[in-house]
């Protein structure tokens, strides 16, 4: 338990930052959606103005923007976006830091082996995502109540818990990469570079309706104009990203387990 304490120590201060990051952006989505539906009629000829494909692109599903249900999903993508990065970052740093910084070596040292090690360090950055989401939820519920009138509760949680499963999706392919190279000496870049790549794929799956291209892209997997339009997750993407989940945290911890550490 050392390990998690001491790696709960040094993560918990940038889980905060983004954990406030997430939660406050999130509440100025909400906090304008009365500005946007005072004048609805305007609204829906400027929405009108732009090809069906583009507002696809950018998250604009059936419900249209002057719903408070297609309004949120319409912020979530960006939500995502943000918080896919955030997860990234975390999952790169598992244990890319140590080798950059040549303290693998040291780590073993102790009376634990390596799996307990990259176990407990995972199970760290596992509970950051997760306090990430519970500080979002309730700034977010308390947005909801304060400036909606009416909200479908149902599609509000199902949009919440989108962008935990896709953030532990993104924590786990962050981890398998961590696990996977040798060093990684900036996963702030690299997180922001493969966030924006899935990022610009979702846009080109939702422009296109392209199946293929949405399985490309994990932020395409809880899209959140299907859960407004559906009230529920589509099961294919779901299943199919919970199986990916799994098997980068166990192809990181076998790669991790059988690699050579250089001192």
């Excluded at 589509?234 to 990916?244: R, Y």
Aim: one cysteine or more.
């Amino acid at each position: 338990m050392n390990v998690l304490k001491y790696e709960m120590k040094i993560n918990m201060k940038s889980t905060i930052v983004w954990a406030i990051a997430l939660g406050l952006l999130g509440f100025v989505f909400i906090s304008i959606f009365p500005a946007y539906t005072s004048d609805v009629e305007a609204l829906k000829t400027l929405m009108a103005s732009y090809p069906p494909e583009v507002l696809k692109a950018f998250g604009l599903g059936n419900a249209g923007i002057e719903t408070f249900n297609g309004f949120y999903s319409f912020c979530v993508v960006y939500l995502i976006f943000v918080g896919a990065i955030q997860a990234l970052i975390l999952g790169i740093n598992v244990i890319s830091k140590e080798k950059t910084r040549k303290t693998s070596d040291f780590l073993f040292t102790k009376p634990m082996n390596r799996l307990q090690i990259l176990g407990e360090k995972f199970i760290t950055v596992f509970i950051c995502i997760i306090f990430t989401n519970i500080i979002y939820l309730i700034v977010t519920y308390f947005a909801a109540i304060t400036y909606v009138e009416k909200i479908d509760w149902n599609v509000f949680f199902l949009l919440v818990g989108a962008l935990f499963f896709t953030q532990i999706m993104f924590l786990s392919f962050g981890f398998f990469m961590g696990c996977l190279f040798n060093k990684i000496k900036s996963p702030v870049t690299i997180g922001i570079g493969i966030g924006a790549l899935f990022f610009a794929l979702e846009m080109v799956a939702n422009m296109y309706n392209d199946t293929a291209l949405k399985y490309l892209s994990p932020m395409s997997y809880l899209n959140p104009s299907y859960i407004v339009d559906h009230h529920s997750y589509e099961v294919s993407t779901f299943i199919t990203g919970t199986i990916l989940t799994l098997c980068f945290i166990v192809l990181g911890f076998y790669l991790y387990k059988t690699k050579d550490i250089n001192a």
